[in-house]
């Protein structure tokens, strides 16, 4: 699932200076991206819930156009199945829950998709990605990718000042998610649907048929999962408090009263 | 009360009515386009009318896929169904020869076809994918005498809006619209594989419809119901009525 961007905004960055005197009149995080992010996470956890029910009816994954108990799996996970028909080795039977699991999924999944359509668009048109996530040159060179990722390596981590900016490897994993997990769960989703392949039927055909779509759906998954995992460890590393704070009101730290005028 | 909140106050309840009364337009519009589902309330309801509303305006003029004969699936797999009833295996005793299709509602001219009646239609196949919700699919070859030929012969009614169909096994229907019922590709069929329809697979007649999943594509087929309004819709928590997904 996409995840948005800014939650572990780092204290990692480099060039904090002129950053820290920005931040003290600007949000920290638009309030377009905090928004966006926290329908994402609702939306990712209900895809991710449903999305796994639904797999425990058949956790049997091919490649290809078509697949059954019958044919020979690509790889089978080794769990229960919520259906008798499917060989497990488990001798019991899961209840079965596709059906609210389902129309969960792809409620979830036109929310999702739908707000990450918002957020893409006001990222484009805001210079939201353009300022926040493109890394830098510099930051792509050998010398300060590696020294980036050692860092994180060795759990360098955040200095007391803080940054209104990403750290190169931030950048990179929130753009990866943005525009190539995010645009490939889409794509796979739709390559599973029937009514959609037969509008383009290259959809499914790319992917090497509809069996194929599944399975990279799965990988899919797994990596967006991977990255959720990361990220929250990153937020609570660095600072798990000001972080939540900063994506819930904009700002890091409390800000000072804003005098009302009444 | 100040300026300010004030202001915010009139916008915010401007912004409301018209995003209420648009909601309200589009739903309109989107019922008069044929774009509405049956199956449009509940906490469920905004993602099953977008997935229909999207799907039926992409899906008018579309061909499920057909695959050339040897990606037809070796191993096709049948799925599992309730043990077959008396009344069934009296009938698959006699060859199915008593075996009946009864049509009504709203059309001119009910009728009560055998499945040789219906084997008169000229007979059409198709190579193409089943997928089962749960997951699993495979590719089959599919016999039959397209719904649309039938359904013009009896005549369906200019306000009928879906098909109803009925399984012999008890308590088993599922419905579908008239965009689809019409569709070239939603068959009555009764051979798979260059045979006959083998019974786990719903012989002796069985719907067939590629652009849905699965569970659509209802076994052992004994009535159709043209209709303008559907009743039994799938109670709450059930797989939804449109599987295009």
């Not at chain 1, 955040?158 to 990866?176: G, H, T």
């Not at chain 1, 029937?194 to 779509?213: D, K």
Request: proline fraction near 6%; charge should be positive; charged fraction near 15%.
């Amino acid at each position: 699932m996409l995840s948005f961007p800014e939650m572990a905004d780092s204290a990692w960055a480099p060039d904090l200076t002129a950053a820290a005197t920005a931040s003290k009149a600007a949000p920290r995080h638009l309030a377009i991206v905090r928004i966006t992010h926290w329908i994402t996470a609702l939306c990712f956890f209900a895809l991710l819930l449903s999305g796994i029910e639904v797999l425990i009816s058949h956790p049997r994954f091919y490649w290809g156009e078509d697949g059954n108990v019958l044919m020979k799996p690509l790889f089978t996970l080794p769990i229960p199945a919520s259906r008798a028909t499917v060989p497990t080795g488990y001798g019991y039977v899961l209840p079965d829950q596709n059906g609210w699991s389902r129309s969960l999924h792809f409620e979830a999944a036109w929310a999702v998709f739908l707000t990450g359509m918002l957020y893409i668009v006001a990222g484009l048109v805001g210079g939201h990605f353009r300022k926040n996530l493109l890394p830098g040159g510099a930051d792509l060179r050998g010398g300060a990718l590696s020294k980036s990722i050692a860092d994180h390596l060795h759990f360098r981590g955040p200095s007391e000042s803080e940054a209104a900016s990403y750290n190169v490897l931030q950048r990179l994993a929130y753009l990866a998610v943005v525009f190539v997990l995010f645009p490939l769960m889409v794509w796979t989703g739709l390559a599973m649907s029937p009514a959609i392949v037969s509008v383009t039927p290259s959809v499914a055909a790319l992917l090497g048929g509809q069996q194929s779509a599944r399975t990279i759906h799965f990988f899919g998954t797994i990596l967006l999962v991977l990255f959720v995992l990361v990220h929250i460890g990153m937020v609570w590393l660095a600072g798990f408090r000001s972080r939540m704070r900063a994506m819930i009101t904009g700002h890091a730290a409390e800000q000072p009263a804003v005098t009302q005028q009444e | 009360m100040s300026q300010l909140s004030r202001r915010k106050l009139i916008t915010t309840a401007v912004g409301a009515t018209a995003g209420a009364s648009g909601i309200a337009m589009a739903a309109r519009l989107a019922g008069r386009n044929g774009l509405m589902p049956p199956e449009w309330h509940g906490v469920f309801g905004p993602g099953d009318t977008m997935t229909y509303a999207a799907q039926k305006l992409l899906t008018r003029r579309t061909m499920a896929r057909e695959f050339p004969r040897d990606r037809i699936s070796k191993a096709p797999f049948a799925n599992a169904f309730a043990p077959l009833t008396e009344e069934f295996k009296g009938l698959q005793a006699g060859g199915f020869a008593e075996w009946r299709l009864v049509i009504g509602g709203m059309v001119a001219r009910p009728a009560s076809l055998s499945l040789a009646d219906i084997r008169s239609y000229p007979s059409r196949n198709q190579i193409t994918h089943l997928a089962c919700e749960e997951g699993w699919s495979y590719v089959a070859e599919w016999i039959g005498a397209p719904l649309f030929q039938v359904l013009d012969a009896v005549g369906v009614r200019p306000q009928a809006k879906y098909v109803v169909y009925e399984s012999i096994e008890k308590g088993a229907s599922d419905s579908i619209d008239m965009a689809d019922a019409l569709h070239p590709q939603t068959f009555l069929a009764y051979g798979m594989n260059g045979g006959e329809l083998p019974i786990s697979f719903g012989g002796p007649l069985r719907m067939r419809v590629p652009r849905q999943l699965g569970y659509k594509n209802l076994k052992f087929i004994n009535r159709l119901t043209v209709t303008d309004s559907i009743k039994d819709l799938p109670p709450a928590g059930a797989y939804s009525w449109y599987a295009g997904i």
